[in-house]
Structures are given as structure tokens and as C-alpha cells.
Nanobody
Framework: QVHLVESGGGLAQPGGSLRLSCAAS????????MGWYRQAPGKQRELIAS???????NYADSVKGRFTISRNNAKNTVYLQMTSLKPEDTAVYYC????????????????WGQGTQVTVSS
């Protein structure tokens, strides 16, 4: 089993920055790809960033150029650096992990974190 725990959410002002972290523990051999999803009130959960074990990244158009996903395999941790935040970035952010190609639109990750709230407001 794999356990994912997010941290770093909170309140930010428009134009501000936040950094989310996701610490993974357990059977790490089951994790190749990792990613961040978010779900805003009344909306479906969406994949916003993914990263493979060797560091290949992909981003949703809504966050491209503003958010950066990274990972430290030695620490079993994935990060999401969020800059130039907008009110529409307000959502619950979820870390996810899975086998190769599991973190893609239309596919279901094998493991989920519990989520962390990000609120962007002045």
C-alpha cells in the first residue's frame, strides 16, 4: 500500500505564491508517475500537473507557465510551486500517484492523498 500526505495549502493573495508538498510512504516500487489534481466547488476534479520518475512533466493549459511540478525521489516527495495565483485557482488540491501512464486525463491514479485547501483571495 502507498500513503500520500499533502501539506502547504492555505490562503494566498492574488499574484502570490504557495508551495505544496506531497510525501509518499509505503510500497514505493508501485509509484512511477505522480501528479497534482484540483477540484473547485461545483466543478469536476482536473489534472493540472504530472511528472514521471525521470522528471518528464506535463501541465494543463490553465496553469502552464505559473505552476511547476518537481519531485525528489530520494525523499519520496513531489512538490507543486504555484506562482501568479488567481482567484480561480481556489480549490482542494490532491496529490496522486501510480504506475507508468496512470497520471493522465481520463485515467484513474492508483493512490490519492487526502487533499489540501488552497484559497486565493484578497
Amino acid at each position: 500500500q502507498v500513503h500520500l500526505v499533502e501539506s502547504g495549502g492555505g490562503l494566498a493573495q492574488p499574484g502570490g505564491s504557495l508551495r505544496l508538498s506531497c510525501a509518499a510512504s509505503g510500497s514505493m516500487l508501485r509509484i512511477n508517475d505522480m501528479g497534482w489534481y484540483r477540484q473547485a466547488p461545483g466543478k469536476q476534479r482536473e489534472l493540472i500537473a504530472s511528472i514521471t520518475k525521470i522528471g518528464t512533466t506535463n501541465y494543463a493549459d490553465s496553469v502552464k507557465g505559473r505552476f511547476t511540478i518537481s519531485r525528489n525521489n530520494a525523499k519520496n516527495t513531489v512538490y507543486l510551486q504555484m506562482t501568479s495565483l488567481k482567484p480561480e485557482d481556489t480549490a482542494v488540491y490532491y496529490c496522486a500517484g501510480g504506475r507508468t501512464n496512470a497520471i493522465r486525463p481520463g485515467f484513474e491514479p492508483d493512490y490519492w492523498g487526502q487533499g489540501t485547501q488552497v484559497t486565493v483571495s484578497s
